[in-house]
């Protein structure tokens, strides 16, 4: 099994920039089996895909709101993703989570939430305006 922890979350003024981190452990070489991405949740919404990365091959999907803005990147020596968030915007205050599913798909199906069965137990990124 693999295990996922989020890090790096925390306030930032609009404009800004935040960096996320979800760090894997467990049965790590599972990754290249996988793929991990990042969904987000505010208060009173559905949790909505961001941004997803297959590991084997770098592919790469984003949802249209945060494309230009936010990119995905992954350390195969550390196990490790990340999420680079510039220009935030107060709209993209919710808890961020990490997640990861058996995949060698890549494109717009890495978007459907039910491709991931592991998730990290979510971060907090807050946007002031």
């Known amino acids: 099994q693999v295990q996922l922890v989020e890090s790096g979350g925390g306030l930032v003024q609009a404009g800004g920039s935040l960096r996320l981190s979800c760090a894997a452990s467990?049965?790590?070489?599972?990754?290249?089996?996988?793929?991990v991405g990042w969904f987000r949740q505010a208060p009173g919404k559905e949790r909505e895909f961001v941004t997803a990365i297959v590991w084997n091959n770098g592919s790469t999907y984003s949802a249209d709101s945060v494309k230009g803005r936010f990119t995905i990147s992954r350390d195969n020596a550390k196990s490790t993703m990340y999420l680079q968030m510039n220009s935030l915007k107060p709209e993209d205050t919710a808890v961020y989570y990490c997640a990861a599913g058996r995949s060698s798909y890549s494109g717009s199906y890495l978007a459907n939430i039910r491709l991931y069965n592991l998730w990290g137990q979510g971060t907090q990124v807050t946007v002031a305006s």
């Open positions: 467990g049965r790590t070489f599972s990754l290249y089996a996988m793929a």
